[in-house]
Every structure is written in structure tokens, then in C-alpha cells.
């Protein structure tokens, strides 16, 4: 058997294989467009792509795609064969510079949110050189963006490359003014922590909620749930153990450092967590994940849910997304230095991350808001929907020192200067341990915890590196202009604490008078909901940000904001129709059929003579029957809600209607056929139970 080291990145187009393949010149000039960004010429793409094939078909690939990350969140593919006529009749395998540089799938199909309407229909993937291609299946898989033919991204991944782009370029802006000259890059890093559940296959086929929707829609709470905490850290079940085990073969072979597996706080709930990675990679990287997560589990007759709130009643599942910006020669900018000039490099850019997400709160909340994350922020298990940032005591302690004047109890002087006193060394061990919060450091790196399961990670970290950019935008524009660079420096970073503290809270975030504090005090955003924050999109201020950057346009924007309303729309109404389906053809008849039965018994019983008692089938059939007529009622009050939303067309509008009446009119039909679920006979009841979905997989 192959060792780990021998299969790791084995289906990958890596580095190590285009070293060995490619002559030297082609690998050189290459590598100038992957570390660099230049742009590639067609006769070094030919060279590339022949090789590419060779490797590819070597290893048993047929057939090539463009592979992008359109508006659905999820991935896309189009398979073409590598195969071409030969004049003797048969068939050569070819594939050229042109077909690995750009695709043009037909673009109709997939979400543009308006964008197609103001432009022509078709768009193009084009190669992105700085994410490995690989082998899937029988396929050469191409990492590519997406755009239109005008030029508008149509996907995540080219706003996350222009994103990378601008802190980069504003973060070196920063560099060159505390004497950097040698530093060509910044680079922003990402390892994602995915959570996810497992549940038996033919259990998961029994439920059309699940099939429907990846979420239960109905389900009494069974006699055990998280309350012990046995589950978290716990011994691993055989089968799940088996399934990681493939998983992390499967994960390795494409060169994705799948590093540490656990059980989480939930009972069929585990996390997965990589190596961290360049973010573009560790985008793709996290698709992919969730993709072969699903797949692998189905060999192993399980499902993996990523839905963020699988079942009500025990936590739900999210993303933890650790970031953190360094430069290329592996400087992490967010780690205290050695000497006084780079801790006041670190103070700075610490600064600009307090200060990004301070004025784009809105955005980060945004960045996660799905119909499926609402369920999760703000219900105590996941951070609230306030966004705020943790520092930790010493970090805390650190700033508070510099924005009074005051003596830092850490260090000998009476008052620290910035770029002329050391600051002590943190104590990283102390800094991790709030899990609250939506926004952490955690030593040299931030750990943003909003994101939903299912969330592509571009989102969060196209505003996170936009944000960020903007901020040390500011700050260079300041410095750079500045006659006494060091003064200037001190009194900004004195000014940004003072303006910016109110984003920063090291208590408990599940705490309601956080919130209150949060919103009444500070002026801090609560969006609850995805309809709540999704226009601010397009608040002045964001397009502002966002266009000086060249991270969006401001179509591009429009689109977005109509495509995430439109998808929250489209989910809620999907699930209130998959519950009204379950309740006419599956609850109800259940319910009847055992009221049936209590009905029978107790004529059979009767007839037997009028002194028999019936008190225990009669109060039960009574209780049944009354939560029947309930049950009717509530759906057709869910049907009505649904008709009456044809009426709304703008998609604004339509989004407040759902948010408001068909999710209350839900919530309202499950409680009571979570009640009738408790008094059915177990027999009758038409699908696999809670304990049975959370408990099944041993
Ligand atoms: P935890 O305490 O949450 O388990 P770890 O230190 O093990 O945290 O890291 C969690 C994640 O953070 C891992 O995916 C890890 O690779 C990632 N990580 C570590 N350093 C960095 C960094 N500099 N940039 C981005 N991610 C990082
Ligand atoms: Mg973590």
C-alpha cells in the first residue's frame, strides 16, 4: 500500500509535477505567472497543456472541465473528452494552450442576478494558474473564474482574487513606510474548521425533508439530546471512523491537508479542519471538501449534512474562518515582532483589522447570511448576529495602555512609544479561550465564526480582505503624507483605538444584555436576518468601498444582493412546501390511522359491555384528534400565506412577507406536529425520529 506521503497530492497538477514535466523555461515563466500574477503567453499555455493532458490521461482521465464556483454556492463542471479525430480513422488525445486559458460554458442557467439581462448571455472561465488543477473521477479539473462577456464576475472566485489583490497592493503600500523594500506581495491565508453531520442513508431516504431541504422540517425532541456532553471529543463510532478514514485518503490524494477530525458538541455532529492555505486555495479546497465529504459518505451508507441547522434542539453546524495576512517571505503581519519597529508594524495592522470590521460590520454579517445560517446566529450556539471582535486580556490591555497614555503594566517604561519600546511577549495560550465570539484573535491569526456549514468561505473573505484594505488604505494615505512619520504613526493608532473600541468586546456573546449593551450603547449592527442585512449591500457606503477597490462593480453588486435574496426566498419556500407535502401524506394519515385504531378498539371494547373501561384510548384519540383538526388548520394557513406571496414582485418585499409570515406560519404547524409525534403509536409514525437519525449511525 502507498504511503501517506506517497499519495499525497497524487491526483494533483502540483508543483513538484510541473518542475519534473515541463522544460525549464515554460516551469520558469510559469512559476512568474503563479507567484506574481503576470499574464500568461499562449506558446507556454500550449506547453502546459500538453503536459497537463499527458499527466492526466497517464492516470486514467478522459475527459477535462473548467471547474468555477458560479452564484449557487456550489461548484460547476462541463466535461469535454480530451479526444480528437485521427485522419487513419481512429482518435488522438489532444487538448491545447487555448481550451486550458478559457472555456465558454453557455451561461444561461446559472444565476446572474439581473447581470445577464445588461449583458450578452454567454460567459467564459478562465484558467486561475494559482490553484492546482487536478484529477476527479475520470476528469482533469481546471481551477477557472467565471465572467461575462463584459467582464463581470459571475462567480466568487474573481471578487476574491481582486480582493487578494487590493490588500496586497494597500498592505505593501504600508511595508514600504516602516522600510520593507524587498516584500513583492501580501498574502491573505485562510484554514477553514468544517462542521457536518452523519446519518444513515436509508434513514436519510425515509425523510423527504432531508432529501428536500438537507435540513428536518418536523421532529419531536427525543429523551436524549447534547445535554451530557458525552458527545464532543468522544470515541470516534466504527463507522464514522471508517468514513474519515476514506475521507482523509480521498482529501490527501488532491492535496488538501485535512489535518484534525473530531466529534463536535452535537450527537451525529463532527468537525474536519485543514492546514491553513493561500485563500483562493483554501476556497477551492473547502468545495471541494464538501463535495467529497458528500460523496464518500454515500459509500459508507451514510449522508453528510451541511445544512447549518440540521435538527432544532441541538446545535447547528457552522465554519470557524481562520485568517490571517503574511507576507511572501512568510512574515505574518499580524504577529507581534522582535523589535519595536515591528511591533508598531504589527499595532498598525492590527489596527486596520479592528477598524475593517468595526465600518463593515454589515458587511461581514452579510457575507454569511443564508436561510439556513439565521436558524444559527443568535440561538446560543453559534455568535450572535452582532458582530463583534475578541482580543483576549493582554492584546486588550495593550491598547488601552496606548490610547490613555498610560504606564503598560507589561513593560518597565512609564509610557510606551510606539516604535521606540518592546512590546512583551503575549502569551498566545491565554488568547483562544472565548468561544462566543464572532470575531477572535487567536495568537497570530483572527478566527471569524459566523459562517454557516454550507457557506463558500469566498464571501466571508472577499469582505474581510476588502475591508482590511480599505482600512490600511487610509492609513497610507495618512503616513504617507506625513512630515514626522513616527508621531503621525503613534497618534493614528492612538485615534483608531479611540474610534474604533466599541467593536471590541472580550465578554459573553450569548449574553442578551451583550446585545442590548451592543445595540443600545455601542450603535452596533443586529441583523437577525438575511432579509434584514442583504440591501445594506447596497448602502452607499459599502458600493463606495468596495468599487475603489475594484473588488465589485456596482452591477455586480445589484446582482448579488437580488441573487442572495432570491435564493433565501427560494429556500423557505421549497421547505413550507416539503411540510405541507409531509403533513398531507404522511402526518396526518399517520395520525388518523391511529386514531383509526384507538376508535376500533374502543367500539370493540365497548361492545364487550358499557362498563369497560376506555379512559386511556379515548383521551388519546381525543388528544389526536383535536391536534389533527390543528394540524389541517395551521397548513392551510401555511398554504395561504404562500398563494398570498405571488402578489409581491419586488424581491425586497417578497423577503420581509417570508421572513415574517410563512416562517412563523412553519413554526406554528411544526410544534404541534411535534405533539402529535409524541402521542402516535411508534408504528404508525411515517419516518425515522430524531433518536433514530441522531443516534442511528453506530
Ligand atoms: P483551534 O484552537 O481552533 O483548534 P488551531 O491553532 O489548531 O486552532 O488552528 C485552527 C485552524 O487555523 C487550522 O486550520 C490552522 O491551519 C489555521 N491556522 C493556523 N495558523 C494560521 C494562519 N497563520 N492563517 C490562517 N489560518 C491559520
Ligand atoms: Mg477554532
Not at 61 to 76: E, R
Not at 379 to 400: C, W
Request: charged share 25%; proline share 4%; hydrophobic share 40%.
Amino acid at each position: 500500500m502507498a504511503t501517506v506521503k506517497e499519495e499525497f497530492g497524487s491526483l494533483v497538477f502540483d508543483d513538484r509535477v510541473m518542475k519534473s514535466m515541463l522544460p525549464a523555461e515554460v516551469y520558469a515563466s510559469l512559476k512568474k505567472t503563479i507567484d506574481e500574477g503576470k499574464e500568461l503567453d499562449l506558446t507556454v499555455a500550449n506547453v502546459v497543456a500538453a503536459a497537463m493532458k499527458d499527466w492526466a490521461v497517464e492516470r486514467g482521465a478522459t475527459h477535462y472541465t473548467h471547474w468555477f464556483q458560479p452564484l449557487t454556492g456550489v461548484t460547476a463542471e462541463k466535461h469535454d473528452s480530451f479526444i480528437s479525430p485521427a485522419p487513419d480513422g481512429g482518435v488522438i488525445m489532444e487538448f491545447s494552450g487555448k481550451e486550458l486559458i478559457k472555456g465558454e460554458p453557455d451561461a444561461s442557467s446559472f444565476p446572474s442576478g439581473g447581470l445577464r439581462a445588461t449583458f450578452e448571455a454567454r460567459g467564459y472561465t478562465a484558467w486561475d494558474p494559482t490553484s492546482y488543477a487536478f484529477i476527479k473521477g475520470k476528469t482533469l479539473c481546471i481551477p477557472t473564474a467565471f465572467c461575462s462577456y463584459g467582464g463581470e464576475a459571475l462567480d466568487k472566485k474573481t471578487p476574491l482574487l481582486r480582493s487578494m489583490e487590493a490588500l496586497s497592493q494597500q498592505a505593501l503600500r504600508i511595508l514600504r513606510l516602516f522600510g520593507n523594500t524587498s516584500v513583492k506581495r501580501v498574502i491573505s491565508s485562510v484554514g477553514p474548521e468544517q462542521e457536518y453531520f452523519l446519518v444513515d442513508r436509508e434513514m436519510y431516504n425515509q425523510r423527504k425533508d432531508l432529501i428536500y431541504t438537507g435540513r428536518t422540517l418536523f421532529g419531536a425532541k427525543p429523551p436524549k439530546g447534547q445535554e451530557m456532553d458525552d458527545h464532543y471529543f468522544g470515541v470516534i463510532k466504527p463507522r464514522v471512523a471508517a468514513y474519515m478514514e476514506d475521507l482523509n485518503e480521498e482529501l490527501w490524494k488532491l492535496g488538501i491537508y485535512a489535518k484534525t477530525e473530531h466529534n463536535e458538541v452535537a450527537p451525529a455532529q463532527h468537525e474536519l479542519a485543514p492546514i491553513y492555505s493561500t485563500t483562493n486555495i483554501a476556497t477551492d479546497h473547502n468545495q471541494l471538501t464538501m463535495e467529497i465529504m458528500q460523496k464518500v459518505a454515500l459509500r459508507h451508507g451514510l449522508v453528510c449534512l451541511l445544512h447549518e441547522k440540521p435538527f432544532a434542539g441541538v446545535n447547528g453546524s457552522g465554519k470557524h474562518n481562520n485568517w490571517s495576512i503574511a507576507t511572501d517571505a512568510g512574515q505574518n503581519l499580524l504577529s507581534p515582532g522582535e523589535t519595536p519597529y515591528e511591533n508598531a508594524q504589527f499595532l498598525l495592522f492590527l489596527c486596520a483589522v479592528i477598524q475593517a470590521v468595526d465600518d463593515y460590520q454589515d458587511l461581514l454579517r452579510i457575507a454569511v447570511a443564508t436561510a439556513g445560517n439565521d436558524h444559527r446566529l443568535g440561538a446560543n450556539e453559534a455568535p450572535p448576529a452582532v458582530v463583534s471582535i475578541f482580543l483576549g486580556d493582554e492584546l486588550n490591555a495593550v491598547l488601552e495602555a496606548i490610547e490613555t497614555d498610560a504606564p503598560y503594566s507589561g513593560i518597565a517604561k512609564t509610557q510606551m512609544k510606539l516604535g521606540a519600546d518592546v512590546l512583551p511577549k503575549f502569551n498566545r495560550a491565554t488568547t483562544d479561550r472565548n468561544r462566543t465570539s464572532p470575531f477572535a484573535s487567536t495568537g497570530n491569526k483572527f478566527e471569524f465564526r459566523m459562517l454557516g456549514s454550507s457557506n463558500s468561505i469566498a464571501c466571508a473573505n472577499i469582505m474581510l480582505n476588502a475591508a482590511v484594505a480599505e482600512s490600511l488604505r487610509i492609513y497610507a494615505d495618512r503616513l504617507e503624507g506625513a512630515a514626522d512619520f513616527e508621531t503621525a504613526l503613534h497618534e493614528m493608532i492612538k485615534k483608531t483605538i479611540k474610534d474604533h473600541k466599541r467593536i471590541i468586546f472580550n465578554g459573553n456573546g450569548y449574553d442578551d444584555a451583550w446585545i442590548k449593551e451592543a445595540t443600545e450603547k455601542r450603535g452596533l449592527c443586529n441583523y437577525r436576518t438575511t432579509p434584514d442585512c442583504m440591501p445594506h449591500l447596497l448602502d452607499e457606503k459599502n458600493v463606495r468601498m468596495l468599487v475603489s477597490h475594484k473588488v465589485y462593480s456596482e452591477v455586480e453588486l445589484k446582482s448579488r444582493c437580488e441573487i442572495m435574496l432570491e435564493n433565501y426566498c427560494k429556500t423557505v419556500v421549497i421547505e413550507a412546501n416539503t411540510m405541507v407535502d409531509m403533513v398531507k401524506k404522511q402526518i396526518l394519515p399517520a395520525v388518523a390511522g391511529y386514531a383509526g385504531e384507538l376508535a376500533g378498539s374502543i367500539a370493540k371494547k365497548q361492545a364487550v359491555g358499557s362498563d369497560v373501561s376506555c379512559g386511556y384510548e379515548k383521551g388519546t384519540l381525543k388528544k389526536l384528534s383535536m391536534l389533527a383538526d390543528q394540524i389541517s388548520q395551521y397548513t392551510a394557513e401555511l398554504e395561504t400565506v404562500l398563494l398570498g406571496l405571488k402578489e409581491a414582485d419586488d424581491i425586497c418585499e417578497e423577503s420581509y412577507a417570508i421572513r415574517d409570515t410563512v416562517l412563523a406560519a412553519m413554526s406554528k404547524l411544526r410544534v404541534v406536529c411535534d405533539e402529535a409525534e409524541t402521542v402516535t403509536a411508534e408504528k404508525y409514525w411515517p419516518f425515522p425520529t430524531y433518536g433514530d437519525l441522531l443516534f442511528g449511525v453506530k
